[in-house]
Nanobody, 112 residues
């Protein structure tokens, strides 16, 4: 059974940083492409970033240069380091594995 457990969300002031984590089980993590999506209220879920099994990564234009996705295959965990956060980054952030499995989401709120 595949499980993706996100953590690290919370309330942060504009300009602040957060690091999200997603711990995976039930998949062969090291060969899986991992991704972060987000969904803001009233909007469609959108891709934020993904990282391939080989470590290649890609980002949405809106987060390029501010967010960094990384993975630790020894810990079966993918991370999303988010810097220079602004209110438009407020959303529920979801981890996705192998283009098939979703985590339960973690709320990120950027507000003063």
């Amino acid at each position: 059974q595949v499980q993706l457990v996100e953590s690290g969300g919370g309330l942060v002031q504009p300009g602040g940083s957060l690091r999200l984590s997603c711990a995976a089980s039930g998949i062969i993590f090291r060969i899986s492409t991992m991704a972060w999506y987000r969904q803001a209220p009233g909007k469609q879920r959108e891709l934020v970033a993904f990282i391939t099994s080989g470590g290649g990564s890609s980002y949405a234009d809106s987060v390029q240069g501010r967010f960094t996705i990384s993975r630790d295959n020894a810990k079966n965990t993918v991370y999303l380091q988010m810097n220079s956060l602004n209110p438009e980054d407020t959303a529920v952030y979801y981890c996705r594995a192998a283009s098939a499995y979703w985590g339960q989401g973690t709320q990120v709120t950027v507000s003063s």
